[in-house]
């Protein structure tokens, strides 16, 4: 059902995409536009629909939703644009309007969203998937939703060799003090999918710092996608009050990262919430930026050879681009990919409910990661490396896919 | 539209690629230009064949047909005014070939125009010189129908000198080839110029067959600076008069480098009156030569300061601040009129001092700035178009550039086409008798009138 604040997200996202001057330079750089020609994929399409919409000439309809679905939020057009014009949070809104107009989220997106928001439920799928990798099951999982992991006792076997430790490593500019207080963010999607990641970002928070471990909730991102906006709010309310004591919150997921420093621009105009969530955002950073200002050094060298692909939410939506590098730069040897920030068509739910477009974009990131000859892809998102481990499994083992924290 | 109709249209090209919905209809009613109009049906056909059979039904059953490439016009050429079918020919992307030995190339009119240019340069002995800003999105189709120009028009002409020959679609499914692939055909008149800027109200181009030039050894490129508008227009022609082609020649005024400078702060000289951005091309000695007359020109027509970037980096940052007019101006104002008047290069001081009375005379802001060395110049007019009262003085103003260029022996445009904006103004370039000759060509090829309806002579 529509709801009372429904109208006033389709002005904003109307607002936010008047500026665009149809001039097209949205089309070439759109992964969903290089693999589908049709102009309603495109951010020019998308900004249209959104006016149509807003000024009456368009009815919410299933068939606008699908379109409006049919976006990876990857940001790689608002970089482009040169009227910077936001399409990626127009999408976010047009969404939230027309599943309130067209009878409210889908049951899909509901049942799992039901199921992010609670903490029981990750832990109890957590721990199913482990179940199912130690029996082998996880094969049978469709869209590579049970990972398989290819740990940091794989790859040290593999690569560690005689190289020596301590060689030369980033330096720090920013030292954070002895008595700031560091917590660690744990996104639904490490826990889940890649506790073994996750164990080791802990292991190397720990040697920077005495590090505060909660119990978080979700960071609200799929909710917010998905036409579930209160879902998103009470649940980033819920981390706030969590993390009020610490100073720096850390997290090791892009998405989560992205969405908790973006969070506070959802609670301007909330006079009892807003400067406890502006407060919370300013603290949040990601793993690589965090270890990049305290000076972190590489456990180890290894003499492999790696090359990066850039999360999304990491490298546009928060400007994340250097530290992975010189962190990786200062493991192994690093090889730069083509298109390295271009989007693996993950996109949170994406890849399920498009497998076959998603497919086609993951396949282009493939043949750029194969040509760097590297043995590893890493990253910094679990989203993308449920992508890039089905990429390195079509590879027939020319590379490896895996966490930033597992290599450094 | 009956869904008969749409249901054949789905027969001929595929289902998936005909587009009924209103959702999608929308997103293919406009270019870049600011009117819109919705077509009944999208039609995205994959070669000439099906093309064939589209226009046969489009006109067994009189359906307006409006062709369209990247959407990326500024003339509205290919706003589907007549409604009807908009035939999409971005399927239609195929580099056919690229002869080095004949120096041509056949390509489809839906290749972009970079991935083409790119393409050519990898052969390393040859380039294709058009360079219109929307190269990394326009298509050739696109540019050939619009006759789009760019930067280094001065030296290498525009698209018009590119092309040998086209395969058309007549409005009735006829198939006709025009030109050839033969550099120096001439048998008969030129048919191939007739439907080159001809927008697709003539028939659908389907094929092109494209002249390519020799790649250049070497390149300089020189930023002048000016206190002086009126000095920087006289360089234009005095460089060239005096025995240097430069490859580009591009002009900015005060304006227009105020505006670059806040959008992208590349440290352009924002007190000059105006900058010329100069490029000169060819063997390394003649280049060294070039660069040392076209930096004593401007220095005698009162270039107060001339730089040579040295660094690829520099000549990048150069590069960047021209190419950020566009989209430095829509951080301006909402709605642009990007002009593309044209005159005689020896007119190129006259017509920007006119340019800037008229901006004065109706009280608006108008950026100056453009290819000076082929009098291809872009008033930009800054506006809202909500705003009616100000819009009123914008349409008065674009008479009065349009009057004043024709008055200097000029044209209503170098590039953009005409499209549904420049078309009210045609009569005022060709003349009555020119205008109905025009007609009687447009009747001759397309009696029923379905092709691009509301564009050219029948606006």
């Known amino acids: 059902m529509k709801k009372k604040n429904d109208d006033q997200l389709l002005q904003e996202a109307r607002e936010k995409v008047s500026q665009c001057d149809r001039c097209g330079t949205c089309l070439t750089v759109c992964p969903l536009f290089g693999v589908q020609d049709v102009e309603k994929v495109s951010a020019r399409g998308k900004n249209t629909i959104t006016r149509a919409l807003a000024e009456g000439g368009l009815k919410p309809t299933a068939d606008v939703l699908a379109a409006a679905n049919f976006c990876l939020l990857c940001q790689t057009c608002v970089t482009n644009c040169p009227n910077k014009i936001k399409t990626d949070e127009a999408m976010i809104n047009v969404r939230q309007y027309l599943m309130d107009c067209t009878g409210g989220a889908s049951a899909k997106y509901r049942a799992v969203g039901w199921m992010m928001k609670n903490r029981g439920m990750i832990k109890f799928a957590a721990g199913m998937l482990s179940l199912l990798r130690k029996s082998g099951l996880n094969r049978l999982f469709p869209h590579g939703m049970a990972p398989e992991e290819y740990t940091r006792t794989h790859f040290l076997t593999a690569f560690a060799g005689p190289a020596a430790l301590g060689q030369q490593t980033v330096t720090a500019d920013v030292p954070l003090t002895a008595t700031t207080k560091v917590a660690y963010f744990q996104g639904c999607g490490m826990k889940m999918m890649f506790p073994e990641a996750a164990a080791e970002t802990v292991e190397i928070l720990k040697t920077k710092t005495q590090l505060l471990v909660k119990d978080n909730v979700c960071c609200g991102i799929p909710h917010l996608a998905h036409g579930l906006r209160e879902d998103f709010l009470s649940l980033t309310k819920e981390n706030v009050a969590l993390y009020e004591e610490a100073d720096i919150i850390v997290t090791d997921c892009a998405s989560c990262g992205g969405a908790l420093k973006h969070a506070a621009s959802y609670f301007t105009d909330d006079p009892e919430w807003k400067d406890r969530v502006a407060a919370f955002s300013l603290k949040v950073m990601d793993l690589t930026e965090y270890l990049v200002k305290t000076g972190y050094m590489p456990r180890r060298k290894v003499d492999a050879t790696l090359t990066y692909h850039d999360p999304c939410h990491l490298v546009r939506g928060q400007g994340v681009k250097n530290q992975p590098r010189e962190l990786l730069s200062a493991t192994g040897k690093f090889i730069e990919m083509k298109e390295a920030d271009t989007c693996c068509g993950g996109a949170g739910s994406f890849h399920m409910d498009y497998p076959d477009i998603s497919k086609k974009i993951i396949e282009k990131k493939q043949a750029n990661i194969e040509k760097t000859g590297a043995s590893i892809v890493v990253t910094g998102c679990p989203g993308c490396l449920i992508q890039l481990n089905k990429a390195a499994k079509a590879s027939g083992g020319k590379f490896k896919a895996m966490h930033i924290s597992q290599v450094i | ?459």
Request: glycine share 10%.
């Open chain 2, 1 to 459: 539209m009956t869904k008969e109709i749409v249901a054949r249209l789905k027969k001929i090209v595929g289902k998936e690629y005909v587009m009924d919905k209103l959702e999608d209809r929308i997103c293919y009613s406009f270019d870049a230009t600011f009117r819109d109009s919705c077509p009944d049906v999208v039609v995205k056909p994959a070669n000439t064949e099906e093309i064939v059979k589209v226009l046969q039904l489009a006109h067994q059953h009189g359906i307006p047909v409006t062709a369209m490439g990247a959407a990326t016009g500024n003339s509205g050429g290919a706003v589907p005014l007549g409604k009807g079918i908009c035939l999409g020919l971005t399927r239609l992307n195929r580099i056919l070939k690229i002869d080095v030995e004949n120096r041509m190339a056949i390509v489809e009119p839906g290749v972009i125009t970079d991935d083409f240019a790119n393409a050519v340069l990898r052969t390393g002995l040859l380039f294709y010189p058009p360079d219109p800003a929307s190269s990394k999105i326009s298509t050739i189709g696109g540019n050939i129908v619009e006759c789009a120009g760019g930067p280094r028009g001065v030296k290498y002409g525009i698209t018009r000198d590119y092309v040998l020959g086209l395969e058309v679609v007549l409005s009735d499914g006829r198939v006709v080839e025009v030109g050839n692939q033969v550099d120096g055909d001439m048998c008969g008149p030129d048919w191939t110029m007739l439907f080159v800027g001809s927008e697709g109200t003539l028939g659908i181009v389907t094929k092109m067959f494209l002249r390519l030039a020799e790649r250049p050894e070497a390149k300089q490129t020189i930023l002048a600076v000016y206190d002086r508008l009126d000095d920087a227009a006289n360089t234009v022609s005095t460089i060239i008069k005096s025995g240097t082609i430069p490859t580009t020649l591009e002009i900015m005024d005060n304006q227009t480098i105020r505006v670059v400078e806040d959008y992208l702060k590349a440290g352009l000289p924002v007190e000059a009156d105006a900058v010329l951005l100069i490029e000169v091309d060819g063997s390394k000695v003649e280049v060294e030569r070039q660069k040392e007359h076209v930096i004593n020109v401007c220095r005698k027509c009162g270039a107060s300061d001339v730089q040579v970037a040295v660094t690829n980096e520099d000549i990048d940052r150069l590069w960047l601040a021209r190419r950020s007019i566009s989209p430095a101006c829509g951080k301006v104002s909402p709605t642009k009129f990007a002009e593309d008047t044209t005159v005689p290069r020896s007119k190129v001081p006259e017509m920007l001092r006119k340019a800037r009375e008229i901006a004065d005379k109706h009280g608006i802001k108008m950026l100056l700035f453009g290819h000076a060395g082929d009098g291809n110049l872009h008033p930009n007019i800054m506006t809202d178009r909500h705003n009616h009262a100000e819009m009123e003085k914008v349409e008065l103003a674009v008479k009065d550039l349009f009057r004043a260029a024709l008055e200097l022996g000029g044209t209503l445009s170098g590039e953009h086409g005409i499209g549904y904006m420049k078309a009210p103004f045609l009569k005022w370039e060709l003349g009555e008798v020119g205008f109905e000759a025009g007609q009687k060509v447009k009747a001759a090829l397309d009696p029923a009138h379905l092709l691009n309806p509301g564009k050219m002579f029948t606006a």
